[in-house]
């Protein structure tokens, strides 16, 4: 199995996903502002590894706090977590990890624990081990969206690479794979960072699932042509009325999905769920560097000075989305009903 990032001797240790697919490297965080550095340039991506990375950068925090008053010890703690939280704005789960994080500071400072940065170290890694777990949920719940012979098509990386393993998206398909199912799937390259091309397209290798990868502006041809049965993707953050911000380019497809009456289909755990958000609106699109549109790995692919706008995330608003799968079930016509009874199933 691929394991995105795991807590080892103190340290975070994460598979540089900058260096894939040439280069199949682990990075070591013993910092946590290294941590913050490594959620910035992406060499951890995908909402839940984030939030775990995130987790994991606030326990390194924590060891670096001296023994001093419970309070004093939360106030440290909290300025840490508000510096990993600024690492980028859109996926949800990195602000879970961190409340999830201050709570079981605030739970074991209330039992006067004599170490609370060892309980911190034993959340982050709780964490990480529940995310696979959820992950797997998903997969065993949402394979039954799947048919034998079905052609898939997903954006982005919503991989074992985007998790701390087995992935969302992906994970619905390994699943379904892994229950007999033959399925094709069609990698989108994801423009501009390429996830798709660079890391969606080594995992489908590396677990010799049927892949064939096509640039983004391919979609609508293929779906002209019947050669897509169903798309599947993951999300950053899901608002309360069901609207989803995913990768940029996500909306697109969900459009052409709708207009070519193809099922259109989100992957995402509890812990992407925004529930103070009315709609997608209120979601906060990370804009990135303009590099990132105008050279292709370091070579310029546009004129230098060229005004660019890059949004890292578009939203897709409820309407279009036949389906959301989270761990606790599939949310057929997710709206804000079907949401409020999911928030009322669980206890976040
Ligand atoms: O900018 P990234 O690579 O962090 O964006 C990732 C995505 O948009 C994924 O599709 C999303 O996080 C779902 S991953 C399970």
């Known amino acids: 199995?691929?394991?995105?990032?795991?807590?080892?001797?103190?340290?975070?240790?994460?598979?540089?996903?900058?260096?894939?697919?040439?280069?199949?490297?682990p990075v070591v965080c013993a910092d946590?502002?290294?941590?913050?550095?490594?959620?910035?340039?992406?060499?951890?991506?995908?909402?839940?590894?984030?939030?775990?990375?995130?987790?994991?950068?606030?326990?390194?925090g924590a060891l670096t706090l001296p023994p001093q008053p419970p309070e004093a010890f939360r106030d440290k703690f909290q300025a840490?977590?508000?510096?990993?939280?600024?690492?980028?704005?859109?996926?949800?789960?990195?602000?879970?990890?961190?409340?999830?994080?201050?709570?079981?500071?605030?739970?074991?400072?209330?039992?006067?624990?004599?170490?609370?940065?060892?309980?911190?170290v034993q959340e982050a890694r709780r964490m990480c081990a529940e995310d696979i777990a959820v992950n797997r949920e998903m997969g065993r719940r949402g394979s039954e969206l799947l048919?034998?012979?079905?052609?898939?098509?997903?954006?982005?990386?919503?991989?074992?690479?985007?998790?701390?393993?087995?992935?969302t998206a992906l994970g619905v398909i390994r699943a379904a794979?892994?229950?007999?199912?033959?399925?094709?799937?069609?990698?989108?390259?994801?423009?501009?960072?390429?996830?798709?091309?660079?890391?969606?397209?080594?995992?489908m290798k590396k677990e010799k699932i049927p892949a064939t990868l096509i640039c983004d502006n391919m979609a609508g041809m293929l779906m002209r042509q019947g050669k897509i049965d169903k798309v599947i993707v993951g999300a950053d953050r899901i608002a309360a009325n069901g609207d989803a911000a995913n990768k940029i380019g996500t909306y697109a497809l969900a459009v052409l999905a709708r207009a070519h009456r193809i099922p259109f289909y989100i992957a995402a755990p509890l812990s992407t769920f925004d529930f103070s958000l009315t709609t997608g609106a209120e979601i906060p699109i990370e804009?990135?560097?303009?590099?990132?549109?105008?050279?292709?790995?370091?070579?310029?692919?546009?004129?230098?000075?060229?005004?660019?706008?890059?949004?890292?995330?578009?939203?897709?608003?409820a309407r279009l989305i036949s389906a959301i799968v989270t761990e606790k079930g599939i949310?057929?016509?997710?709206?804000?009903?079907a949401i409020a009874r999911l928030k009322r199933s669980v206890a976040l």
């Open 1 to 25: 199995m691929i394991r995105t990032l795991f807590w080892k001797n103190n340290s975070v240790v994460m598979i540089d996903q900058n260096a894939l697919p040439q280069i199949e490297r």
């Open 287 to 317: 804009e990135r560097q303009a590099d990132e549109v105008t050279t292709f790995r370091g070579v310029a692919a546009a004129p230098q000075g060229m005004a660019v706008y890059n949004p890292a995330f578009d939203v897709t608003p």
């Open 80 to 120: 840490i977590c508000d510096e990993i939280a600024a690492a980028r704005p859109t996926a949800r789960n990195l602000f879970w990890a961190l409340e999830r994080m201050k709570k079981r500071l605030d739970e074991v400072l209330r039992g006067q624990t004599k170490n609370p940065a060892a309980a911190l």
């Open 331 to 337: 949310l057929t016509k997710p709206g804000r009903a």
């Open 177 to 203: 794979v892994a229950e007999g199912k033959k399925l094709h799937v069609y990698v989108d390259e994801t423009r501009p960072v390429l996830q798709g091309a660079r890391l969606t397209a080594w995992e």
């Open 32 to 60: 946590y502002r290294q941590v913050i550095a490594a959620i910035r340039d992406l060499t951890v991506r995908g909402a839940p590894a984030i939030g775990v990375a995130a987790a994991m950068g606030a326990a390194l």
């Open 147 to 167: 048919s034998d012979g079905d052609h898939v098509l997903t954006h982005c990386n919503a991989g074992a690479l985007a998790t701390a393993g087995y992935g």
